[in-house]
């Protein structure tokens, strides 16, 4: 079939909205009209050249909600009508990590998803007979996209896709960081750096756990008013002297929970220094600069902090995502405030611009 798709041609050049073929769905595969998806960091970080690991020409997009259309032969996991997100991190069920309850790293197709390609080595995106790789096995800035099974969340169909497109990457990240990879306890005390999308997640996380304290950290005013809404107690502007700052509100010893998500490895030295003695656990959500290191003063692990990462907030996506999204119909998570600018494919380039002037949180495409 043809469709519209806002092709990456050249980094660092604006993404080139045009007709592009899509071929029917193969064995285990789905295809799925979109309906909604939203622009995140990773995409332009693709699109700006600076990924080490990107290639031209694909299709961007991983932030995607629709429904499912049709379904190739041996799918068992969703069925003509569902109402899906979409996964980039997806779940098999059967690999070695799949069946640890220990991570969401699933192995099933990460070799070729990471090419480009879908698990047969082939593609189903092309122009002109010449194909056309996928990005992170999704590519959703396009009217439909055909995705393996195990890389789609079947949600509850009350929800709203414009809404549960965020539970794609992004709202799941943050959340997941809180609930999933550090599990707060009720009655602690977290801080969060950063408060964009991933970080305000983290917030909202921590107050679904019962977190007593949850400080958020960031630069902007406007983030900071954001965090209280989503459920921060205190805000911080931070700058160098913010550990000190921490310290001090925490009777010298800091928190039980640090999140960062914001990118910068000075900022997740700083998470993990104000990690409590003992037992703080600082968990690292944001994606920092090739060749970037972290550096730590041994002595703050000795004394019984820990550190660790999270990919998409530890969620195993096909049975965490649809829960996720059934908090938010219970009204635990309010979505609607992480979404500031509704877009059209046409006006992707304009999503990547407010993004890098940091004008709003989420900019969802609406198909
Ligand atoms: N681990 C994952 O699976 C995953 C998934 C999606 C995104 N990410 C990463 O998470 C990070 C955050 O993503 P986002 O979409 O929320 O980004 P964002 O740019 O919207 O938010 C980052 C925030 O950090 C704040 N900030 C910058 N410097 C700061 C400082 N010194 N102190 C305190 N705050 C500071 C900014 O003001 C901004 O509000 C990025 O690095 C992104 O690549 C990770
Ligand atoms: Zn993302
Ligand atoms: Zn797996």
């Known amino acids: 079939m043809k469709m519209r798709a806002a092709v990456l041609e050249e980094f660092g050049a ?27 960091h990773t995409d332009l970080y693709t699109a700006s050249g600076v990924d080490p ?61 990471n090419k480009g390609y879908l698990p047969d080595g082939t593609t189903r995106l092309s122009r002109a007979g010449e194909p056309i790789r996928h990005f992170m096995g999704t590519s959703t800035f396009a009217e439909y996209a055909v995705l393996p099974q195990i890389a789609l969340a079947k949600v509850s169909p009350e929800a709203p896709l414009d809404r549960a497109c965020l539970f794609a990457c992004g709202l799941t990240t943050g959340l997941g960081a809180a609930m999933n990879t550090a599990k707060v306890e009720a009655g602690s005390t977290c801080v969060v750096f950063g408060a964009g ?25 406007e983030r900071l008013a954001l965090a209280r809404g989503q459920g921060a107690t205190e805000t911080l502007t931070g700058g160098e002297d913010v550990v000190e700052r ?66 998409f907030g530890g969620a195993k996506g096909r049975d965490q995502v649809p829960q996720l999204v059934d908090r938010y119909l219970a009204g635990d998570i309010d979505v609607d405030a992480f979404i500031s600018h509704r877009i059209t494919l046409d006006d992707i380039n304009t999503g990547f611009e407010l993004m890098e002037a940091q004008d709003g949180i989420r900019s969802v495409v609406e198909f």
């Open 246 to 311: 921490i310290l001090e509100l925490t009777d010298g010893f800091g928190a039980d929970y640090t999140f960062e998500a914001t990118g910068n490895v000075k900022v997740m030295r700083q998470a993990v220094e104000s990690a409590r003695m003992g037992w703080g656990l600082c968990t690292v959500a944001g994606v920092a600069g090739k060749g970037e290191t972290l550096d730590i003063v041994p002595r703050y692990l000795i004394t019984g902090r820990r550190v660790c990462g999270s990919s």
């Open 14 to 40: 604006p993404l080139v909205v045009q007709e592009v073929e899509l071929a029917e769905p193969q064995a285990g595969e789905a295809l799925v009209r979109l309906v909604a998806c939203g622009v995140c």
């Open 53 to 113: 690991s990107g290639y031209a020409p694909t299709v961007l997009g991983h932030e995607g909600a629709g429904v499912v259309e049709a379904v190739g032969p041996d799918v068992t996991l969703v069925a003509p009508g569902d109402h899906v997100v979409t996964l980039f991190s997806p779940q098999c069920g059967e690999c070695i990590h799949c069946r640890s309850d220990k991570t969401n790293l699933c192995l099933a197709i990460r070799e070729q998803q």
């Open 197 to 221: 999308m991933v970080g305000l997640g983290a917030v909202a996380g921590c107050r679904l756990q019962g977190a007593e304290r949850i400080v958020c950290v960031d630069l902007s005013d």
